[in-house]
């Protein structure tokens, strides 16, 4: 071969070479930059093993920062296959299947699972398995046990690919508010409510252990471990009083056994000033510890019967219908997703609207024949048999359809539609809670029949937050105020976000709210109000009566109330909708207003409001029995007479020796006191009459002829033509100790 031959070979190897080499670096290249991140993940993967570490939830709290929800640390057991692989291999390097079985068959034992399926996880073929989440203490305690050295070292070995990972629980500790507060998934993600909302905030962020790992996938002893520490979630602190929310949900909770509410109730109680919302319900409920249990709803559902039937069925298919329909109902949130025709509760608006426009005033004169001819329908008032003459502030208080249906005439459907835009009434309110629903009202030209049926809250359909918000803007001074349920959130290091009342439009002036709020007193106080149940003594309430149809013709009704107080200057509003009660009186003055009434009474005694008696309440106030025991009878007698009440000596004895009442009973003033001065027969006893349906004189000659004593309780203007008895605190028929305080509820029959 000549020199020039062989030159040229050499060159072509050469270019070989170099075309060969720069394919490696441009592989190599490859690798290492375009493809170097994911590789390097490979690797650690392979190198290490990396733990999740949970972030801690952060913590939701009331306005009064009791801890409504809280995470606490639970054990979840976890294994690495791969380990638990090599502890059971014998001296030959076999795998012994039999001690597989023993560690399957313990930990099944130990967490109550099923041995096949702990089997299958203890030996999938990779380096990380879940066994169980958030295990019991005595079940940690078990596995705690298998792994302890000091018992028995063969078997901790062979449990040593098994251990734990800290997790965290969800817990309500004073599990009210659930359709506010919500509840968090398995995975510890919000599901529903503010824990949904606010899951971003609430979450946190997660953090992770890295340590080395054998080639086989087995984790190395001593060596390398890297913590990237886990960040506790923000605490998010609502509005609502923990208390006011407790009051709400006891008389929600009566009013649908009362009233065997078949669609259930609704309750919201709101500061008008801010929009705050102080407390807000929906019944029935869930336990918010166990939120896909249906204990909780089949103790209020009335109305679900076949569908609770059916829950229990041996039927797959009808079985999980009828569950996944029950939960649907009771995670609702009624209060901001179901929509409703509010009925005569919205005059409140109209009054206002036509006051404001000029289309009233207190002088504007009405008369009421019971019916009203709009174009080519006649429109009857609630009394049929009509008002006769009235003044404005009357036809509110009588709650006369016939006057509303003028006055929407007179106010003219294009200027309605536009107040009943400002008063929020056409969008969401954008209360932070998913879920809200918006209204359904007319979007073109309204009829005469339109605005007349719209006058009075019919035709049209809204939801509870929007209702009392607008109504809140009547009362409040004419601001529409924005629902608030979040307060602020926070951290340790500070508050990360502050949520501050906002008006969204001044809808009124201060001086149509001001006579607003007096005329709706009168609704509640005047003798012929249709809202005198909800009267309570000591306490100016103002307020209105509801009750709308469910459809049409059917007999379906919505009763609602909505009261506010102190009636001059309203600290708060409630608003109650009762849907499809099943009795017999289905109106909203009858069976709404005393719920509202209680609820608003009791509220304001906790917020610490004094009473202000008028003189003839005062009357009635109850006192306290003292104690007169070891007295002489006539020392006795004027310590009795001093506190207004009577005096009945049993024996011939000086000394008083016993006494019923007994000391410290309340009881009202006139209330008699038996002083026993001779030793008093235990087994003397008198049957409780029946004082269903009685008016308070009757009821009271009935009681204290049975020598008892006779005690007025609740809600509603019982000094009133018109008041029966509604419901007495000891059955009739019951055998009960002379002198017993027998307390008596009155209401009023109304027609709204």
């Not at 003594?537 to 009750?547: A, E, M, N, V």
């Amino acid at each position: 071969m000549t020199f020039g031959k062989m030159k040229k070979r050499s060159v072509r190897l050469f270019i070989v070479f170099l075309a060969c080499f720069a394919l490696l670096i441009l592989r190599l290249g490859y690798w290492q930059i375009v493809r170097g991140s994911q590789m390097k993940e490979a690797a650690e993967r392979q190198q290490t093993n990396k733990t999740a570490i949970n972030a801690t939830r952060g913590t939701i709290y009331d306005r009064n920062q009791k801890v409504l929800a809280e995470s606490t640390t639970v054990n979840t057991v976890v294994c690495n296959p791969r380990d638990i692989e090599k502890s059971c291999k014998d001296e030959d390097g076999n795998v012994d299947k039999a001690k597989l079985r023993y560690i399957a068959e313990n930990v099944a034992s130990a967490l109550d699972l099923d041995e096949d399926e702990v089997y299958e996880k203890i030996t999938k073929n990779n380096r990380f398995q879940y066994i169980k989440k958030r295990v019991s203490v005595e079940e940690a305690d078990a596995i705690k046990k298998l792994k302890d050295s000091s018992v028995d070292k063969k078997t901790a070995k062979l449990f040593s690919g098994v251990y734990f990972e800290e997790d965290s629980k969800r817990y309500y500790q004073y599990n009210i508010a659930s359709h506010i507060i919500g509840f968090t998934g398995y995975d510890n993600d919000g599901m529903q409510g503010i824990e949904m909302t606010f899951n971003d905030y609430l979450a946190g962020r997660a953090g992770s252990i890295l340590s080395a790992q054998k080639a086989g996938g087995t984790t190395a002893q001593n060596q390398f471990e890297t913590d990237y520490d886990a960040k506790k979630g923000d605490d998010v602190v609502l509005t609502i009083d923990s208390t006011i929310q407790g009051i709400l949900e006891k008389y929600l909770e009566q009013a649908c056994v009362e009233n065997e509410l078949k669609e259930g109730a609704a309750g919201i109680v709101m500061n008008p000033k801010t929009g705050e919302i102080l407390a807000m319900a929906t019944k029935p409920d869930f336990d918010l510890n166990a939120p896909t249990e249906l204990i909780q709803y089949e103790k209020f559902a009335v109305g679900m019967d076949k569908e609770i039937a059916d829950s229990t069925s041996e039927n797959d298919e009808v079985k999980n219908t009828a569950v996944a329909k029950i939960r649907n109902k009771m995670w609702r949130n009624k209060a901001i997703s179901d929509t409703y025709e509010p009925g005569s509760t919205f005059k409140i608006i109209t009054a206002a609207i036509a006051l404001e426009e000029g289309a009233a005033d207190l002088n504007s004169q009405f008369n009421c024949g019971g019916a009203k001819q709009v174009a080519d329908r006649r429109i009857r008032c609630h009394k049929v048999s009509g008002h006769g003459p009235e003044d404005f502030a009357r036809g509110v208080i009588n709650s006369c359809n016939v006057m509303f249906m003028d006055l929407g005439a007179r106010i003219g459907g294009e200027k309605f539609k536009e107040y009943f835009k400002a008063f929020g009434l056409t969008e969401k309110t954008g209360i932070e809670l998913i879920g809200e629903s918006g209204s359904v009202y007319y979007r073109g030209k309204m009829s005469e029949t339109d605005v007349a049926t719209s006058s009075f809250g019919q035709g049209f359909s809204v939801t509870p937050i929007q209702m009392i918000t607008a109504i809140s803007a009547v009362i409040n001074g004419g601001k529409l105020m924005k629902p608030q349920i979040v307060k602020e959130i926070r951290n340790s290091a500070g508050i990360v976000k502050t949520f501050y009342p906002e008006v969204k439009n001044q809808v009124i002036s201060e001086n149509t709210s001001a006579t607003m709020r007096n005329i709706l007193e009168q609704v509640v106080a005047d003798p012929h109000g249709t809202g005198k149940n909800a009267y309570i003594k000591g306490f100016r309430i103002g307020g209105k009566t509801g009750t709308s149809e469910k459809g049409r013709n059917n007999g379906k009704r919505i009763a609602s109330f909505v009261g506010f107080a102190p009636a001059d200057d309203p600290e708060l509003v409630c608003l109650v909708m009762l849907d499809e009660p099943q009795v017999a009186n289905k109106y909203g003055g009858t069976i709404a207003a005393p719920v509202v009434g209680r609820i608003i009474e009791e509220t304001l005694e906790y917020l610490g409001v004094e009473r202000h008696y008028t003189e003839e309440e005062a009357k009635t106030i109850s006192v306290t029995i003292p104690d007169v025991r070891e007295q002489k009878v006539e020392e006795a007698t004027r310590i009795l007479k001093n506190k207004g009440l009577n005096i009945k000596v049993s024996g011939n004895g000086g000394v008083v020796l016993d006494q019923l009442p007994k000391p410290g009973v309340a009881v009202t003033d006139n209330a008699t006191v038996i002083v026993y001065t001779q030793k008093r027969d235990e087994n003397k006893k008198v049957s409780v009459p029946d004082v269903t349906g009685l008016s308070p004189d009757q009821a009271k000659k009935r009681i204290t002829d049975a020598g008892l004593n006779f005690e007025i309780v609740g809600a509603g203007k019982t000094t009133t033509e018109g008041a029966y008895a509604f419901k007495q605190s000891v059955p009739a028929g019951t055998m009960v100790e002379p002198a017993t305080v027998v307390s008596v509820e009155f209401r009023h029959s109304s027609s709204d």
